[in-house]
């Protein structure tokens, strides 16, 4: 198999094959001579259609996806994506609606919207929802401006949010877009929010405490009621990053446990694929408190039965996307929740944690967890018992198949500071007892090849195309 690109794979008259020049004759005989001008025309390269199709899925087996191999890269919950979800999004009347399409042309979507979005609140314990924003950081953008904007309408200008340490990079990031001067809440010795500094940080400046529950670490802020009481005396907010819902779909909501808004990641929990940056969806859902301020589109259900875009929201912070979001991922999403059901959720979650112990259990000897507990849906392991590092370990496990767990500590960004090398791993509802028992039989084999022979794992991986990127490149 060749490596080359899409412009050296240009060969004169190859794009003139028997498929491509009867569709040339067929553009000449419907369209405009504009239309059916010679691609040569316009630079394009000259590739035949096997070409183009071996080189796309080359491509596609160069990179190692969950329908590749175990992919325990933790808080990203990269949990298989069933297929049936694909063939909805798929459905000629959503796949080929227009973006530009008048809104009352659309009413299949805005059905699809207004189920999704009850849904959503169904299981987050909220009362009202957009699903518009196109990932979690821009949920969280949206979620933020929310908030920015009830404390204006109420004419106290409180320009704080605090974020704890452990929180995912994106939470500072997205407060500071907002405006917001973002704290960092330290974690306590047990990895949790640090109550009496919580305490002392809460002034009256402080619009918002953003938490992550189970937090990055995997571990449930068992003190959550608490918490809550205290922001809310403070008049502040509480906002919840539910990327990953993943530990406690169906057993407990965020609403319940006195959060205000929160945003949820289709593309992790719902099973839609992600990764690479492709589209993913990051609905808000709020309490009746902010659902005035919630960004547009929203689907509500007329007393005619019919679903439409809701109009006259005058104190909406406004529209996070062009058109109407990510439309194919939200229908993925939707199927997921309806081929799982209440009870199916519950099972999922119940999975995720027992599958994340397990692991923990299984590696304890070689990676021991950095908080002695029981975990959630994903633990932390220490390398302290590495010859080389996570880091390495991690870049080995590439050659066995299996994708890098996230890498904690030295050299990685947003986790509290004094770990010097952990990996966060979160193997996901979706890998069977059997892929479990398989991956810790690699992870064995890469810890004896630390203990035996250190130049292989710091060479690692010596299996693939593109070993090393330059990580400050
Ligand atoms: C993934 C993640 C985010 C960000 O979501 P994106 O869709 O990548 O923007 C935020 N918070 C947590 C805890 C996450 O795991």
């Given at each position: ?10 060969r ?19 369209a ?79 059905e ?22 196109a ?12 908030i ?51 305490r ?46 993943n530990?406690?779909m ?54 005619d ?29 939707y ?13 999922a ?31 932390l ?33 947003y ?16 890998e ?12 064995r084999r ?8 250190e ?15 330059d990580?400050?490149?």
């Open positions: 198999m060749t490596s080359q690109t899409l412009l050296e794979l240009h004169k008259g190859a794009a003139s094959d028997l498929f491509a020049g009867t569709q040339a004759k067929q553009t000449a005989k419907l405009t001579p504009d239309f059916a001008r010679p691609r040569t025309a316009i630079g394009l390269p000259e590739i035949s259609e096997v070409d183009v199709v071996r080189h796309f899925t080359r491509l596609s087996q160069e990179s190692h996806g969950v329908d590749n191999g175990p992919y325990p890269l933790g808080s990203c919950t990269m949990k298989y994506n069933p297929k049936r979800n694909d063939e909805l999004a798929r459905l000629p009347g959503f796949a080929q609606a227009h973006p530009l399409q008048p809104a009352d042309s659309l009413g299949g979507v805005w699809l919207y207004e189920r999704l979005q009850g849904m959503v609140c169904e299981i987050t314990g909220m009362d009202a929802c957009c699903l518009a924003p990932a979690g950081a821009h949920g969280e953008l949206a979620g933020l401006l929310m920015r904007a009830h404390f204006q309408t109420l004419g106290q200008p409180r320009p704080v949010v605090l974020v704890p340490d452990s929180a995912h990079g994106t939470n500072p990031a997205s407060a500071a877009m907002a405006g917001f001067d973002c704290r960092i809440v330290p974690s306590s010795p047990e990895g949790r929010v640090d109550m009496p500094a919580l002392e940080m809460l002034t009256p400046d402080v619009a918002a405490f953003m938490l992550t529950n189970p937090s990055t670490l995997g571990l449930f802020e068992d003190q959550i009621v608490e918490i809550a009481e205290l922001v809310h005396r403070n008049g502040s907010l509480l906002y919840y990053d539910g990327a990953n819902l530990a406690l169906g057993i407990v909501r965020p609403g319940d446990m006195g959060f205000d808004v929160v945003h949820v990641n289709v593309h992790k929990t719902f099973a839609t694929p992600h990764g690479g940056g492709g589209p993913g969806a990051g609905p808000v859902a709020v309490k009746k408190l902010l659902a005035p301020y919630l960004p547009v589109p929203v689907a509500v259900r007329g007393a039965g019919v679903a439409r875009p809701q109009s006259g929201a005058d104190l909406s912070i406004g529209r996070m996307k062009s058109f109407h979001g990510h439309v194919g991922v939200l229908l993925r999403a199927g997921y929740l309806r081929t799982m059901g209440a009870a199916g959720l519950r099972e979650s119940e999975n995720a944690v027992l599958n994340a112990n397990y692991l923990q259990h299984q590696l304890a000897d070689m990676l021991p967890p950095v908080y002695k507990q029981f975990c959630k849906h994903e633990t392991l220490s390398g302290e018992k590495l010859n080389t590092s996570a880091r390495q370990f991690a870049k080995r496990l590439i050659d066995y198949g299996i994708h890098p767990p996230t890498l904690v500590g030295a050299g990685c960004v986790f509290p500071g004094d770990l010097k090398s952990a990996m966060l791993i979160e193997p996901t509802e979706t069977s007892k059997a892929s479990l028992d398989y991956q810790v039989g690699i992870f890469v810890f004896e090849e630390d203990a035996t022979d130049a292989l794992v710091e060479s690692a991986p010596v299996s693939r195309k593109l070993a090393r990127i990580p400050k490149a």
